[in-house]
């Protein structure tokens, strides 16, 4: 007996995961206990869904966990639903998950891992990752392509230390969310990826993005209509389209955005930097939006307002008002540093303070330029002699 005990000492030393499974950790499930193989070859969807069914169902606080030295290849989308019975559920996602190329794919073109109407769900991505093989996918630009990950109506959410790379589509995607943070995320996809936007918000409201990586071939973050309270802080942005606003407006839509705070970050060769677009003939606002202590590094529209983004037809738009773009220093690859195109409603309450953006070409001067914008510029260069009071 003391042997036993003895050599059950030893393999918990030498391996946690071994011993936490032996004794039986409570409401703890393991993919490979369901099934799943990690062997980077076998579909370890099934497994993967069982497994949630059963952490899902526990009274109480569950942990389902994809355990290190496995890679999880996905060949169907998995969706990841509540209301569950557990009052609080952890995902510690410690593999590797493997997304099938484009012609082994099984599933259909949306998301190919769905969590939605989970509350209070904590996901822990240290020393995992998720693989998209978006490449796969890529060659045709405009076709349906799948997001790598989705929350739908997930509130009181927590991720961080995740890492996605390679996204058919946008890697991230949060809708219908209310108060959720993202930590320590890292998004990685070459700068000629379509559509691979990092992480796109819609519909939600109270939501911290922070001290993350992103890079990818579209914007690295979108905030678009019926979203609030979006804080964005120590984000790292390039290759991307930046942060933006937007689109707002699309198909007519009546889109609202508002109390939007980027804070603190860091733009490097992006298409943009602080963008807000909306599409002419459209409804709805975006107000209440600072963008301040924002370092940039050979980005081609550093500051930039489009408010004919889409031209689909004459008239209306979406109401673009209180903007502050404060504590800019950089360089611009373009030679307008600051674009504020507004339609022929204009933009209002601009304010534009400590800006000071020099073009990445020695002795080539920067510009800005301004269209309908109405507002305030002080300590700017370059000078907006062009924005109405």
């Known amino acids: 007996m003391q042997r036993l005990i003895s050599w059950v000492l030893i393999l918990c030393f030498v391996s946690p995961c071994f011993c936490e499974r032996l004794m039986g950790s409570a409401n703890t499930y393991n993919v490979i206990d369901y099934g799943a193989h990690g062997d980077g070859k076998t579909d370890d969807s099934q497994a993967f869904l069982s497994a949630w069914q059963k952490t899902c169902s526990t009274k109480g606080a569950s942990t389902l966990v994809i355990p290190s030295k496995g890679v999880f290849l996905l060949k169907k989308n998995i969706i990841l639903k509540g209301p569950c019975q557990a009052t609080n559920i952890k995902i510690q996602l410690q593999g590797r998950i493997a997304v099938a190329t484009q012609n082994a794919w099984l599933g259909d073109k949306s998301t190919i891992i769905l969590i939605t109407n ?13 693989d998209g093989f978006g490449s796969t996918w890529w060659a045709c630009k405009n076709c349906p392509r799948p997001s790598v990950l989705s929350f739908n109506a997930c509130n009181g959410l927590s991720v961080s230390y995740l890492s996605i790379m390679n996204s058919p589509e946008a890697h991230i995607t949060i809708n219908g969310c209310v108060g959720a943070t993202f930590s320590h995320i890292t998004i990685q996809s070459s700068a000629n990826s379509p559509n691979t936007d990092g992480i796109d918000i ?4 109270n939501i911290l993005i922070k001290d993350s990586n992103i890079a990818a071939g579209d914007d690295c973050i979108a905030i678009i209509g019926e979203s ?9 942005c390039g290759p991307g389209h930046g942060i933006s606003i937007g689109s707002l407006g699309r198909n007519d839509g009546h889109d609202k955005v508002e109390h939007v705070y980027v804070y603190d970050c860091s733009f490097n060769k992006t298409t943009n930097g602080a963008r807000i677009k909306t599409f002419q003939g459209g409804l709805g606002y975006a107000r209440s939006i600072t963008y301040e202590k924002i370092t940039l590094t050979q980005v081609s529209n ?4 489009n408010q004919n983004y889409v031209s689909l037809k004459s008239g209306g738009g979406v109401e673009v ?9 950089g360089t611009s690859a373009d030679d307008k540093a600051i674009t504020l195109a507004c339609s022929s409603q204009g933009c209002f309450n601009i304010v534009l303070d400590q ?17 309908n914008a109405h507002g305030t510029a002080t300590s700017t260069v370059p000078n907006c002699a062009s924005l109405m009071k």
């Open 118 to 130: 989970v509350n209070g769900l904590t996901i822990d991505g240290t020393g995992g990752s998720i």
């Open 202 to 205: 819609s519909s939600s409201k």
């Open 228 to 236: 609030s309270y979006i804080n964005a802080t120590g984000v790292a």
């Open 302 to 305: 550093p500051i930039i307002i």
């Open 321 to 329: 008002s209180g903007v502050t773009f404060r504590g800019f220093t």
């Open 355 to 371: 800006v000071t953006i020099k073009s990445s070409v020695p002795g080539k001067p920067a510009s800005c330029s301004c269209t």
